[in-house]
């Protein structure tokens, strides 16, 4: 039966116009049936859902938004972990293409370079060894992490690598390297929450506001933009420079709200949905390394032109002229495969939830849609 707004009963109105005057609060006229009475506002909605209840009503009116939800649940939960480990697998498989040229470069250019003059021979078999444990570390911990298998070691060989990674390639100075490293960390801190019971939730804590690091650092970028605006004495330049201005303003605002609500567990699975869209569209538009190679009388061409240097810590010595445009481009795509499982970090906390230790752990992305029944 459906629950009516007020009581059967009726009510007799008290006051000096009100002898003998009954007022019916039930809404319906007397002598109507129960079964014939619809409700004004729908069990189940409040004033803060009831829009998007509508709609979720209007929705599984035509599709069931719950079967949906349980056949391509698992689908989806596979999707985001494969984008999560989607640069541990990129970068896996052109190290095993490259590897020599990644053994020269670590110990050449970047963490062993002091030792490359005295023992080029040492230096050589470290690079090679540590490039093998990474490159086992990322190959095999991403396929057992994407079937399910011995999720323990996984994350314990995938995590290892994220630290060991900026320190082995001379990279700790790169501030948006660090950032995005650390925020994939959180991702991986979080999947391990999930997935082994004995981590806890103190693990899934610290993954959680690990997750916006790299937003925290695109925000100071903004910061540092808004105030270094060049003076002008253009009218026009003034009001484009006051444009943007307000534009960096209110990006930076945004994200330190954004990234202040995910750590501390506040309406987080909604944001980091956002957030994890906003960096999709971003590593797109910076990245989009398919954009710059195609094919040429059976040659690979690059983009030069539209292929700018991407954010990368060099040593002294080492200036941007010394690189080749295929290097130049492997940045782009490695740049674009770790902003992409950055992305699958915050999908996993629109999915996973914040946690037990969170303002507010009981969040729903999805809310239950229910019916009204006879």
Do not use: C
């Amino acid at each position: 039966r459906k629950t009516p707004l007020f009581s059967k009963e009726t009510s007799t109105a008290s006051g000096p116009m009100s002898d003998g005057i009954e007022l019916n609060l039930r809404g319906v006229p007397d002598g109507s049936p129960d079964d014939d009475f619809q409700p004004l506002v729908k069990p189940g909605l409040n004033k803060q859902e009831s829009a998007y209840q509508r709609f979720m009503l209007s929705l599984d009116e035509r599709v069931s938004v719950k079967l949906l939800t349980r056949i391509w649940g698992p689908r989806l939960e596979f999707v985001v972990r494969l984008m999560l480990v989607a640069t541990f697998l990129d970068d896996s498989f052109h190290t095993v293409i490259n590897f020599s040229k990644h053994t020269t470069e670590i110990g050449e250019h970047w963490i062993l370079r002091w030792l490359a003059s005295t023992s080029s021979e040492l230096v050589s078999a470290i690079a090679i060894v540590a490039l093998l444990i990474g490159l086992l570390a990322q190959s095999v911990g991403s396929i057992s992490l994407l079937a399910l298998v011995q999720p323990d070691n996984a994350t314990k060989a995938l995590i290892g690598w994220t630290i060991a990674q900026p320190i082995l390639y001379a990279q700790l100075s790169n501030s948006e390297f660090v950032a995005e490293s650390l925020s994939l960390l959180g991702g991986l801190l979080m999947v391990r929450a999930h997935l082994v019971p004995d981590a806890g939730a103190v693990t899934q804590l610290i993954g959680r506001m690990m997750l916006p690091i790299v937003y925290m650092y695109h925000a100071g970028l903004f910061l540092l933009s808004a105030f270094t605006l060049e003076e002008t004495g253009s009218f026009a330049s003034f009001v484009s420079s006051l444009s943007m201005f307000v534009v960096y303003t209110a990006v930076l605002v945004g994200l330190a709200i954004g990234s202040t609500l995910v750590a501390a567990g506040l309406k987080s699975r909604l944001i980091a949905l956002v957030l994890a869209l906003i960096n999709l569209g971003y590593v797109f538009y910076e990245h989009p390394f398919f954009r710059f190679i195609w094919r040429k009388n059976g040659e690979w061409v690059y983009d030069e032109e539209n292929m700018s240097f991407p954010s990368v810590a060099l040593p002294t010595d080492v200036g941007l002229s010394d690189f080749e445009p295929e290097q130049i481009y492997d940045m782009h795509r490695y740049y674009f495969f770790l902003g992409l499982s950055t992305s699958g970090a915050l999908l996993l906390l629109a999915q996973y939830g914040p946690g037990k230790i969170a303002a507010q752990k009981d969040e729903v992305l999805l809310p239950v849609v229910a019916r009204n029944q006879d």
